[in-house]
């Protein structure tokens, strides 16, 4: 009977003493995983913010989650999205340069990286990046799309019918087929007309 008021009032005691001065009980060892579900909820929050497309206010808290470092490359991964999809290509840019860093191969951060230079006006080092990946990855019709779509932004038309070709042989079921020839054929006449006017 002595030890379980000895433990009582031991147990007592340690309450009294964990309690804080706003009179929050805080247990031994759960201080770290109250700051990191702060961490979660920060990241949680700027998801929403992120799908309400705030993006200033998504970045915020993607930085202040970012700071928790099992949470910090998903954040990072989270904040290049977000300055991509807020035109803040330089951010952008040097964020997915940064995580290709770290994966190399990953196709996808490759195919996101020149897509924001494109964006950028860096066509020339997009353009490589695509035929990287056409090269790697010459099943994948969505680079071979986007590398055709640099091709207009140079206003290279000469190049187009290679890969236009390529595109109607391993992809001939591709919506963007008619749309490609469409946009190639005005081009072409756009160019006729300039030359007509340049006599």
Known sequence: MHKIKYLSVIFFSLF???????????LFGSEKQ???NLYVEYMNIGDVYYSLEKYDKAIEYYKKASENDELYWSCFYKLAKTY???SNWAEASVSFEKLLER???????????AYIKALNGQVEEAKKIYEELIEQFPENQLFLENYIAILFLE?????????LSV???LFPESANITKIENQLKNELEKQKQEEIKKE
Do not use: F, H, Q
């Open 16 to 26: 009294i003493i964990s309690c804080n001065t706003t009179g929050k009980l805080t």
């Open 34 to 36: 109250v700051i990191d």
């Open 84 to 86: 991509a999809l807020s």
């Open 103 to 113: 994966d190399p191969e990953n196709s996808n951060l490759k195919a996101s990286l």
């Open 155 to 163: 206003k290279n038309t000469a190049e187009i019918a290679v890969p």
């Open 167 to 169: 595109l109607k042989d």
